[in-house]
């Protein structure tokens, strides 16, 4: 599908949720299940198109260059973000055409749509928000603006925010105490808190520990789920403490943790595949 550049009842039609409080559920509960698989870019990316998408709630079109100003990345950092984002589902990315100006009929910038994704885990009942809190700004009340007011509008969108958006600083537990493994999120297999714990005694340490797990798992595309390997994971652990005990470990411990779990997870993708050609010979 391919828009006009500034035809605002197209973008009307686009609404993905009826409300904002609404999308920012949403984006909650996505960030709550996939937000560990993320890099911090592609977060920062989704927070900024959710603030932009308060006018026709779920539908952003901002510049790439004026998201990357203000998450201060990389126009190109910022793309692999989108197109992570769009992997996942959380967006869909919708490009325009010109209809105007010297370069009518090329193409123009894109229409970013917030997803009410599916296969995502509901949020604890007192889980704070993970993104700001965000509201409305007045719809426009004239969909038949002229073309030069919507063009206006959809170069630079103003995002929306509240006094809510700026945290209270009374209210920032960042500098309470760490936190041991008993916070760790439930996420995490208790079985793998376990055996981490008596070596790293945080919650923050072991999330970040398991975050590799879930990238290491992601890649090597194995078909059976990520329980069934836990004890491959574990061992992966254990050799990573066992060469660190010895001095072996000449960069980082999480580096070097998943080196040794990629590969026993190439060896264990590489058994898939082998039984499933022996499957098809038979």
């Given at each position: 599908m391919r828009l006009s550049n500034a035809n605002y009842t197209q973008y009307k039609e686009l609404q993905s949720f009826d409300c904002v409080q609404a999308?920012?559920?949403a984006i909650r509960r996505f960030l709550y299940t996939y937000g560990h698989e993320l890099s911090e870019s592609a977060v920062e990316v989704l927070k900024i198109l959710s603030r932009y998408a308060c006018d026709i709630v779920g539908v952003a079109f901002p510049k790439?260059?004026?998201?990357?100003?203000?998450?201060?990345?990389s126009v190109r950092t910022v793309q692999r973000a989108l197109k992570t984002?769009?992997?996942?589902?959380?967006?869909?990315?919708?490009?325009?055409?010109?209809?105007?100006?010297?370069?009518?009929?090329?193409?123009?910038?894109?229409?970013?749509?917030?997803?009410?994704?599916?296969?995502?885990?509901?949020?604890?009942?007192?889980?704070?928000?993970?993104?700001?809190?965000?509201?409305?700004?007045?719809?426009?009340?004239?969909a038949d603006v002229s073309s030069d007011q919507v063009a206006q509008k959809l170069a630079e969108t103003m995002p929306c925010e509240t006094a809510h958006s700026r945290?209270?600083?009374?209210?920032?537990?960042?500098s309470a105490p760490t936190l041991d493994e008993s916070f760790t999120p439930g996420?995490?297999?208790?079985?793998?808190?376990?055996?981490?714990?008596?070596?790293?005694?945080?919650?923050?340490?072991?999330?970040?520990?398991y975050r590799r797990v879930l990238i290491a798992y992601r890649r090597s595309k194995l078909d059976k789920p990520l329980e069934d390997v836990i004890g491959t994971v574990i061992k992966a652990f254990k050799q990573t403490v066992f060469a660190q005990k010895r001095g072996r470990i000449r960069a980082t411990f999480h580096g070097y943790f998943y080196r040794i779990l990629e590969a026993m997870l190439a060896v264990e993708r590489r058994r898939e595949v082998g039984k499933l050609y022996d499957f098809l010979v038979l």
């Open positions: 999308m920012n559920h790439v260059e004026t998201i990357a100003a203000l998450v201060g990345k984002l769009e992997e996942y589902g959380i967006i869909k990315r919708i490009p325009t055409i010109r209809t105007n100006g010297k370069h009518k009929g090329g193409n123009g910038h894109n229409v970013y749509v917030i997803q009410p994704v599916e296969n995502v885990k509901e949020l604890p009942s007192d889980m704070p928000p993970v993104t700001p809190a965000m509201s409305p700004r007045q719809e426009a009340s004239n945290l209270n600083k009374k209210d920032d537990i960042t996420i995490v297999p208790e079985e793998f808190v376990n055996t981490v714990a008596p070596f790293f005694r945080s919650a923050d340490a072991i999330f970040e520990l």
